[in-house]
């Protein structure tokens, strides 16, 4: 059954560092995305994808922020210059075609970011 | 204010028995979804119901919508020990692309 794969599964970095985090979403969705969450709070939506481009972003998603499909099959976030309270679960998402981003989003199995 | 929230906080029951969770929202929807995430791991995809859809059923969950009430039910009948997890869930408005989650019900199953 085709699945979304992210790596790593856990990265730790130092405060100002750049991070990105990869994920390969099932191969035949169109629509792609991008959540957070911290420790024992909510999954907060963080930015969607569709056709090359952004096409929503949350107030999280700030300029520290950016996603990029670079070569067809990996969905990246990266994050310019990490700060303590960028540490949480990284959930990358897809979902098809046929009523676009109206079905059932899929998700990868996170990324842990731990910045010290 | 929130979009979605969920009670209980927490459920603990014998396995056997059936678990109820409740789903809130605020405004139109789309769909609503279900997710399952055991501790620390991904979110897995339960049900997704739309807002033209009263009762949707899933091998052992069946899950309901009450547009008028802004409100979702989950039931799981016949719990066993694997379903301990924390259950959320998430809303697909009209207007936009993202899932506005709640804030999730941690399931207890005791053996």
């Known amino acids: 059954e085709p699945e979304v794969t992210q790596t790593p599964s856990h990265q730790v970095t130092q405060m100002g560092q750049e991070v990105i985090l990869r994920c390969v979403p099932i191969s035949n969705h169109l629509y792609f995305y991008w959540y957070r969450q911290i420790l024992g709070q909510k999954v907060e939506f963080l930015v969607s994808?569709?056709?090359?481009?952004?096409?929503?972003k949350s107030e999280i998603f700030d300029d520290q922020f950016s996603v990029e499909r670079p070569d067809g099959s990996n969905f990246t976030l990266k994050i310019r210059s990490t700060k303590l309270e960028d540490s949480a679960m990284y959930f990358c998402a897809s979902s098809g075609e046929g009523a676009g981003p109206y079905n059932e989003q899929f998700f990868g199995p996170g990324t842990r970011l731990t910045v010290l | 204010s929130q979009q979605g929230e969920e009670d209980p906080q927490a459920l603990s029951i014998q396995e056997g028995e059936n678990a109820t969770m409740n789903c809130s929202y605020k405004t139109s929807i789309n769909n609503l979804q279900w997710y399952r995430q055991n501790s620390g791991r991904g979110l897995v995809h339960l049900i997704l119901i739309r807002s033209n859809e009263r009762e949707k059923h899933s091998g052992r969950l069946r899950v309901t919508l009450d547009t008028s009430k802004k409100s979702s039910s989950l039931l799981i009948t016949a719990s066993r020990a694997a379903d301990t997890a924390s259950y959320f869930c998430?809303?697909?408005?009209?207007?936009?692309?993202?899932?506005?989650w709640g804030a999730g019900t941690k399931l207890i199953i005791k053996p």
């Open positions: 998430a809303t697909a408005l009209d207007s936009n692309y993202q899932l506005i």
């Open positions: 994808f569709y056709n090359n481009e952004i096409s929503e």
